[in-house]
């Protein structure tokens, strides 16, 4: 009988510790300054460049362990030293999710590498798809592609909202509707190589958390793509909506697979917010002294540490599963994927919440990183699908009826 192990193996242990070294070491001294400055930290990005932690490579040893586990060990560790930094590094992973889901292995090859850059020169990429009125109903999505036969070129029209390094990355990965009848299903994803006119972001949206991490609203007039832009590609595309259009079963939308793709690693970032409240809290609750004893020997506080710990650990054990069974092919019958980015995003906020409490006035200065934490943590209810639509891809998953 096959044995049954939660051991990290040697290689994730290394990981987790090298990872976390980076954190401790370059990434939370810096974290401050950084939320404060409300900029992309470029010097950070290089830094973990030049060690090996930003780019394609990093990506593709991380996909290789067959456990799926490596990638949220090393998210959780990055997003323990600074949400805010950890998503300008780990950010562009998800417009690389989007081509690895949606594209052919050659598109791969030609647009993956562009999406990092170099070590001397380290770029960022942009996977754009909410709207200003298409955000949880991405059916609602307004933006267009429209294929020109003459030049072998699609032309997109529309407006993009809350993008993660909207108009400063290089490559972006913009979902546009081909066929507006067909809701989702007539949506596809286009790369928008460096350089094409006719996208803009006016300018970057001054946000409540992960105030390192640019976001911005994206513009395309009339931006023309090489007909290869089109993920997975033209033939692909026509036979889906030929599916779609006789009311036979299809593969899921552009924007939907890169979310299942991303959900558990989104949820291991929220952990990695959380872990660093509770760890501090701990730390806090061990030294403070009032009435002539530390707080944590009072049952309130120690109790409400030990909540904070034990729902740090389940949310941990929802996110190595979905990350397990997304890496293996299993499929989320049960919405297991929308599980642990719903738990471990409710425990963040949670968690950070009782953090701030504990401190007392001291958890609301800046002086104390937790009410940083607290502010970064609450975007893990809303992005990458808010926690009312993860609750209602689980109901629908359970139930086998459409929910509404």
């Given at each position: ?27 939370r ?27 394609f ?74 709207e ?25 029209r ?26 989702s ?27 390192a991490?640019h ?15 089109l ?78 710990k ?61 009410e ?14 808010t926690s009312?639509?993860q ?14």
């Amino acid at each position: 009988m096959a044995e049954f192990s939660l051991d990290l193996n040697e290689e994730q242990r290394d990981l987790r510790d090298w990872v976390h070294g980076f954190a401790a070491e370059v990434v939370r001294p810096a974290a401050a300054e950084w939320d404060a400055r409300e900029e992309t930290p470029w010097p950070i990005i290089q830094e973990a460049a030049k060690v090996g932690l930003y780019g394609f490579e990093f990506l593709a040893t991380c996909w290789a362990d067959p456990t799926g586990l490596s990638l949220p060990i090393a998210s959780e560790e990055l997003f323990w030293g600074d949400a805010g930094i950890g998503l300008s590094i780990f950010g562009t992973g998800l417009a690389v999710a989007a081509i690895y889901g949606a594209g052919t292995p050659d598109q791969m090859v030609e647009w993956v590498p562009q999406c990092f850059g170099d070590v001397d020169q380290p770029a960022v990429a942009a996977f754009c798809t909410s709207e200003p009125e298409a955000g949880s109903d991405v059916g609602a999505m307004r933006t267009r592609a429209v294929y020109d036969e003459a030049t072998d070129e699609w032309v997109l029209r529309g407006q993009k909202a809350y993008a993660t390094n909207g108009g400063i990355a290089g490559v972006h990965v913009v979902t546009a509707s081909v066929e507006p009848e067909l809701g989702s299903r007539g949506q596809a994803a286009f790369v928008v190589p460096p350089g094409t006119a006719g996208l803009n972001a006016t300018r970057k949206l001054r946000k409540l958390g992960l105030r390192a991490s640019h976001t911005a609203d994206v513009f395309l007039d009339d931006v023309r793509v090489p007909g290869r832009c089109l993920l997975g590609g033209r033939d692909a595309l026509l036979e889906r909506l030929d599916r779609a259009r006789s009311g036979r079963k299809a593969s899921g939308q552009a924007a939907m697979r890169t979310f299942e793709l991303s959900r558990p690693t989104v949820g291991a970032q929220a952990l990695g917010v959380a872990r660093a409240a509770y760890e501090y809290a701990l730390d806090y609750a061990k030294e403070r002294v009032q009435f002539g004893r530390p707080i944590i020997e009072n049952q309130a506080v120690a109790f409400a540490l030990a909540d904070m710990k034990m729902e740090i650990d389940a949310a941990r054990l929802l996110v190595w599963r979905a990350s397990w069974m997304g890496r293996n092919n299993r499929p989320f019958t049960a919405g297991e994927g929308s599980m642990s980015k719903l738990k471990a995003g409710e425990v963040a906020v949670a968690v950070t919440d009782r953090a701030v409490q504990l401190l007392g006035g001291a958890g609301f200065l800046r002086d104390h990183p937790v009410e940083r934490w607290y502010r970064d943590a609450k975007i893990y209810t809303i992005f990458e699908g808010t926690s009312e639509i993860q609750r209602l891809v689980i109901s629908r998953a359970i139930s086998g009826m459409q929910i509404r």
